[in-house]
């Protein structure tokens, strides 16, 4: 573990759901889960690729189930998110992922919301909240859930793009980012995760995003470093998340000090830390171990987040 102080940009809430968590709501609300016991939930911890873990997350989401449940989990990610240093959150819920199973947009927003609204008072983080549309459901869908969610003045300050990657390119939600860049809304996609620098390159060019998560893929394609470096795009990298995950083979051979070393605005994130085996203060610590990253260069990293937040001057200067 170390702690820097930081704001953590890519932060899935439902990531954040501990089996602890997953026994104790499924108990609160009467549900049966599929699994024998805890032991037998963590058993199912290890993933070959994006979609192996996609299908654990939407299932263990089925224990959400109330505003009170959505509070929940966002308070117990804020107060361990504190504890690992992080000063600002960046927050992305998955609407859909509720909707799909007759769980309310209102339920679900104002939940995670309730617990955002008290947590610079009560942890001393900053947040902010980010509506993610599935990219493996229809764009149309998508469109009409940030309908539902500026008709109702959900308290987000952007939009983003998560789920399954590879065959579903940005390309295909211009739409809704044009909606979005209309309501002031701040844009970003993941993108180069397991798809191809092409994605990342559309993100960019299509759907106007001011920063990319993951984008990893990038190093493949010369042209689209030299850009990214040159706009300093913020790239939201989640270390633990790409070795588990299996986009590297370990944290040796993860892509992170020659991103840093192109000049890329890249900085360090927990993306589902209950999942992927730790908080953003595990993240930096192992990076430490592994690549001895000085003082400075963890610095860098702290002070790149801060910079690539969405926050008003005065809050990014007292987080620098
Ligand atoms: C996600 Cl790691 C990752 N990638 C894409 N979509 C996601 N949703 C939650 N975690
Ligand atoms: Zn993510």
């Known amino acids: 573990m170390l702690q820097l102080p930081s704001a953590e940009l890519h932060l899935h809430i439902e990531g954040t759901l501990e089996p602890e968590l997953i026994f104790e709501l499924a108990e609160r609300n009467g549900i049966a889960l599929p699994y024998a016991d805890l032991a037998d939930l963590r058993d199912r911890y290890e993933f070959t690729d994006l979609q192996s873990f996609l299908d654990l997350y939407y299932s263990n989401m089925d224990v959400l189930r109330t505003e009170a449940d959505f509070a929940d989990i966002t308070r117990a990610y804020l107060r361990r998110a504190a504890a690992a240093g992080v000063r600002h959150a960046e927050i992305m819920m998955d609407p859909q992922a509720h909707l799909v199973r007759g769980v309310a947009l209102e339920t679900c927003v104002n939940g995670v919301a309730s617990a955002l609204a008290g947590s610079e008072a009560e942890f001393g983080v900053s947040t902010g909240l980010i509506a993610a549309f599935l990219r493996d459901r229809p764009a149309g869908e998508a469109l009409q859930v940030l309908e539902e969610l500026l008709a109702m003045d959900a308290p987000i300050i952007g939009i983003g793009l998560d789920s399954a990657e590879v065959g579903h390119p940005p390309s295909g939600f211009v739409a809704v980012y044009e909606r979005a860049r209309a309501a002031g809304l701040r844009r970003i996609a993941h993108a180069g995760e397991?798809?191809?620098p092409e994605y990342v390159w559309e993100a960019l060019d299509l759907l106007g995003v001011?920063?990319?998560d993951h984008g990893i893929r990038c190093l493949e394609d010369d042209a689209l470093v030299e850009r990214l470096a040159a706009e300093q795009v913020p790239l939201t990298v989640c270390p633990l998340s790409n070795v588990r995950l299996r986009a590297v083979d370990t944290?040796?051979?993860h892509p992170l000090p020659a991103m840093l070393a192109r000049g890329l605005n890249v900085c360090v994130n927990s993306d589902d830390p209950a999942y992927f085996?730790?908080?953003v203060d595990?993240?930096?610590?192992?990076?430490r171990e592994t690549f001895g990253l000085s003082a400075d260069e963890l610095a860098t990293l702290a002070a790149n987040s801060v910079r690539s937040a969405f926050v008003a001057q005065q809050?990014?200067?007292a987080l620098l």
């Open 210 to 212: 001011e920063r990319i």
């Open 194 to 196: 397991e798809g191809p």
């Open 282 to 287: 595990d993240n930096f610590g192992q990076l």
């Open 315 to 317: 809050r990014r200067e």
């Open 251 to 253: 944290l040796k051979d």
């Open 277 to 279: 085996g730790g908080y």
